[in-house]
């Protein structure tokens, strides 16, 4: 029995030993098997697929950038840059496919960040709903026509209270978490419709702010993971340096969807995109097509949220041209304080037409050899950078300003020219042969002409000629000249001297008004009356005329009867460094010599002769000034100070400056010399002894 | 012939055959053998001192062959213990520069009021260089997703991705990576990030760089420290090329990190997040 256990025991033993082998044997060839499965995977993965699956990992797509065309440069004529550009940030968002819920929750904390840096963000849903009253600005239906997720619900929304409508949006439209507050939920919203407005393709990515700060960019960069889609890039702004002074020459810049309603027939064909800034006034706006450069393209290869990984140009951007201005800005500089100065002295000044109520006003320098404008200004002024900010609070409080902030009263503002016409129709006194030169006419101080009995506020001159005609602004010598030239001669010099026309500037103008017989039959529709002749001989009556205009006219009849196209202008220059001079142009008034030199004797006579209306201005001036004083009584006579004005050039012998001066409600012309007087000074550099 | 005859093995196989021989004759105790034994001892006298100087001579031989064996089993000896001693003194070497680096970092981390933590690399993505890859730490050890990672150089990257035990790091010149940087000279803010081009060389791209910011080859880039991510200063390469493309306003510059991304080891990661977490 023992010994038969133990056979059977150590056979038990064997056969055991023998199932453990065979166990092994199974695990072994299983383990084998395993191993070679994923050895085959692994094969499979690395080597066999290896480069398909990586660049599916990192799935990139090629697509188009946009490369933004620096604008160009704004000089003064001696280099000093009055606009340019700086580089700023924008951001742009790819959709993803998160959920409604991740969406929000990434959105809200892009909303902190954006709040954190005063940073500001696009939103069309603030221009349609107000968030603070739950009400409607615009019509509803646009937006319910993109909120509503079907026909049953936009039709129950086109009925609904506008606060319904608010939390179907919420709710059902963007999935928003009842955590956030309505304004929360709100501004959420507003990226959220964006979004719905414009898909935000890969290849067509949706911009979401402009000009955001580098600390926003930073964070977005920084922590993209936390921000899939959203990406930055970066692009020049707009940039004015120091511009008030030449704002209005400069003109501004606007957001072309906004300034032009129907931009869209005309603007997409040269390649504008309804979020580009364009040129609304001034040089900024003549020269827009000249400054505004050619984008250029880039190729870039981008990953599925839009993250740039690497861009090679395609299409090289062309830099817009640089324009150097004729303007002198320490000339403009200078006639900017002298204005402002002076239109506060007026305001403060005593006198016994003065209703304290002087506010604003032009003056305009030109060359008188060329036409170019060496200063124009007009008061009240304003900071054009403010159009750049987009701050759409402060660009309406500038434009609806009662004070008519934003006009360029150099060229838009039209001035009854009062007795600064009466060199002009001394002129055409002159050539219709009225009168000679030395002429003297006795001048009384009541008469009647064309059938009204007229004073002269000089009182009874006597004899006098035109030189102290002109000199003491004798209302009575320019009725009876005026009166004998006839309003036709008159006007025909007025046109010749480029009264009721454009003089040709580069930026918008007006054309003011001539007072002629069209002219009254046109807007009156009344006939000439011999009266008239005499109202407008002493620049009054429907003559309007633009502080440009005043300043060609006054140069010309320094530079012996020249008209020259008054111009902003002095070269462009391509981004390749050619240089594009502005060609000077004139025409001829053709008043005789002898003619203007009577008229140039008169307003030398102005401010240099012993009763000159003028004349203890420029007293100190080591050469002479040769001006016109003027004031002009306004329809509100009585209740406002009239408009004063003064017009000169210098010196007397050889012109090389003619200015223009306009003070509205400035009380008389004479006070508004010392402006011109400051303007001189600057540009002929001369101190001033009195001070 | 000759040359058989005369060599020392046909010598020595003579002499041992013959001591055979002799061998097996004197071997047996037997008489009728002492005669000849006798008759042959004394003649053979002075052959058997022959014989002897011959087989002290093949004794010297076969000690000289031994010899040869244990000097041949000392070289290799001596050999392996001079590979051992080279290896120990690579270690040193090694251990030497580690305590150098470590000591480097140390002062490096000094600067950062965070905590830090040495981790070792055990994995990375395929490819030469080291974009993203595996540290041996994780959240066990404090580690949180956008944590800055360092080594003793300047910045390598962040934490992208945070396991228990481990971590993925994504490096500066990953296409996913972008940095708030500071050009070290005019402190203007710029952005450095991974570009698909240039990764492959172990470089970045600085973007954003102004028009009227002056750069030159050579300029160094640092953390700017401008977010919450990386603190500020931390070095992260320098300069070596400058690209303006014509008619664009601002331009880039390409960096060459101070991290050499081909051999990277032991890396650094700070813990902002955990202190960030910490504070919240």
């Known amino acids: ?691 | 012939m000759r040359r058989i005859f005369g060599s020392k093995i046909f010598i020595i196989s003579l002499v041992i055959i013959l001591v055979f021989v002799l061998a097996a004759l004197t071997a047996g105790e037997d008489s009728r053998l002492g005669v000849v034994r006798n008759i042959l001892t004394v003649p053979l006298n002075p052959l058997q001192k022959g014989i002897k100087t011959v087989s002290d001579k093949v004794k010297d031989s076969v000690n000289f062959f031994r010899e040869i064996r244990t000097a041949r089993e000392e070289n290799q000896e001596l050999k392996k213990k001079l590979q051992q001693m080279e290896h120990e003194l690579e270690k040193v070497y090694r251990l030497k520069k580690e305590n150098e680096n470590l000591k480097k970092l140390l002062s490096f981390k000094e600067q950062f009021t965070q905590e830090t933590v040495g981790c070792n690399i055990i994995a990375k993505d395929s490819g030469n260089l080291f974009e993203s890859f595996t540290i041996d730490r994780g959240s066990k050890d404090g580690i949180s997703v956008n944590d800055p990672v360092i080594n003793a150089n300047g910045l390598v990257g962040r934490v992208s991705r945070v396991d228990l035990l481990s971590s993925k790091v994504v490096s500066i010149i990953d296409t996913e990576s972008s940095v708030s940087a500071r050009l070290s000279k005019s402190r203007d803010l710029v952005i450095l990030r991974g570009d698909a081009q240039l990764r492959t060389e172990g470089l970045c791209r600085l973007d954003y760089i102004p028009p009227d910011v002056e750069v030159a080859v050579g300029d160094k880039v640092e953390t700017s420290g401008m977010s919450s991510l990386y603190p500020k200063g931390i070095i992260i390469g320098e300069i070596i090329q400058i690209v303006k493309n014509e008619g664009q306003f601002d331009y880039y510059a390409i960096v060459k990190p101070a991290v050499d991304f081909r051999r990277l080891e032991e890396v650094v990661v700070i813990k902002v997040g955990a202190e960030q977490g910490e504070q919240q």
């Open chain 1, 1 to 691: 029995m023992v010994e038969e256990y133990k056979i059977s025991d150590k056979e038990k033993e064997k056969k055991k030993l023998k199932d453990i082998k065979k166990r092994y044997i199974i695990y072994l060839v299983i383990i084998i098997i395993c191993c070679a499965l994923f050895l085959r995977h692994l094969v499979n993965l690395q080597i066999v697929n290896g480069q398909e699956y990586l660049d599916t990992s990192i799935k990139r797509i090629i697509t188009n950038g946009v490369i933004y065309a620096n604008r160009g440069n704004i000089y003064d004529r001696n280099g000093i840059p009055i606009a340019g550009n700086r580089m700023g940030y924008c951001i742009e968002y790819v959709d993803t496919d998160l959920s409604d819920k991740e969406k929000n929750e990434m959105l809200y904390k892009l909303i902190k960040l954006l709040e954190q840096n005063g940073d500001t963000y696009k939103s069309t849903l603030r221009t349609i709903f107000n968030i603070n009253t739950f009400s409607f600005n615009v019509n509803k239906e646009g937006l319910i026509d993109l909120i509503g997720l079907n026909d049953d619900d936009k039709a129950y929304l086109m009925d609904a209270e506008p606060k319904e409508v608010f939390k179907y949006m919420r709710e059902k439209t963007f999935g928003i978490d009842s955590k956030y507050t309505d304004e929360e939920a709100f501004r959420i919203m507003e990226f959220r419709y964006e979004m719905l407005i414009k898909p935000a393709k890969i290849n067509n990515p949706l911009l979401i702010a402009e000009d955001v700060t580098i600390e926003t960019v930073t964070v977005l960069e920084e922590r993209n993971s936390e921000f899939p889609g959203f990406s930055t890039f970066s692009k020049p702004f707009r940039e004015y340096y120091d511009a008030e002074a030449v704002a209005h020459v400069l003109g501004y810049m606007g957001n072309i969807g906004r300034y032009y309603e129907d931009w869209s027939q005309k603007y997409p064909e040269l390649g504008y995109t309804p979020n580009d800034l364009v040129g609304v006034s001034g040089i900024e706006f003549a020269f827009e097509q000249n400054l505004r450069g050619v984008n250029g393209k880039t190729r870039k290869e981008v990953d599925t949220e839009g993250r740039l990984a690497s861009y090679e140009v395609e299409v090289a951007p062309k830099p817009g041209q640089d324009i150097y201005l004729t303007i002198d800005l320490n000339l403009q500089k200078a006639a900017m304080d002298s204005l402002a100065r002076n239109i506060e002295l007026i305001r403060e000044r005593e006198h016994k037409d003065n209703y304290h109520d002087a506010n604003a006003g032009a003056v305009v320098a030109m060359d008188v050899k060329t036409g170019e404008i060496l200063a124009m200004v007009s008061y009240p002024t304003f900071d054009p950078s403010v159009f750049l900010k987009g701050d759409y609070e402060q660009i309406s409080y500038l434009i609806n300003h009662p004070d008519n902030i934003t006009l360029n009263r150099a060229t838009n503002g039209a001035y009854a020219p009062a007795s600064t016409y009466k060199p002009l129709v001394a002129i055409a006194a002159l050539e219709t042969g009225v009168i000679r030169p030395e002429t003297k006419i006795y001048t009384p101080y009541k008469k009647e002409i064309g059938g009204l009995i007229w004073t002269n506020p000089e009182g009874n001159q006597r004899e006098i000629n035109l030189e102290k005609a002109l000199a003491t602004s004798s209302n009575m010598f320019f009725y009876i000249i005026g009166y004998e030239a006839g309003i036709d001669n008159i006007v025909k010099w007025a046109k010749n001297f480029g009264f009721g026309s454009k003089t040709g500037i580069e930026i918008a103008e007006s054309i003011g008004s001539l007072a002629s017989r069209e002219f009254k039959l046109k807007y009156l529709g009344e006939g000439w009356v011999p009266a008239d002749t005499c109202n407008a001989s002493i620049g009054q009556l429907y003559n309007a005329f633009t502080p440009i205009q005043l300043v060609n006219y006054v140069a010309s009849i320094g530079n012996g009867g020249k008209l020259y196209t008054p111009h902003l202008v002095r070269k462009r220059v391509e981004p390749t460094g050619e240089v594009i001079n502005t060609e000077i142009k004139y025409r001829d008034s053709t008043a005789k010599e002898s003619t203007i030199k009577a008229v140039q004797k008169g307003m030398v006579a102005v401010a240099n002769s012993q009763d000159g209306t003028a004349v203890e201005i420029f007293k100190d001036f080591p050469f002479d000034v040769a001006g016109k004083t003027g004031t002009a009584e306004t329809a509100q006579k009585g209740i406002h100070s009239s408009n004063a004005l003064f017009v000169c050039y210098a010196p007397a012998d050889d012109p090389e400056i003619a200015v223009a001066v306009v003070v509205e409600r400035g009380v008389r012309g004479a006070f508004t010399a010392p402006i011109a007087k400051d303007v001189l000074m600057t540009y002929f550099n001369l101190k001033d002894s009195a001070n």
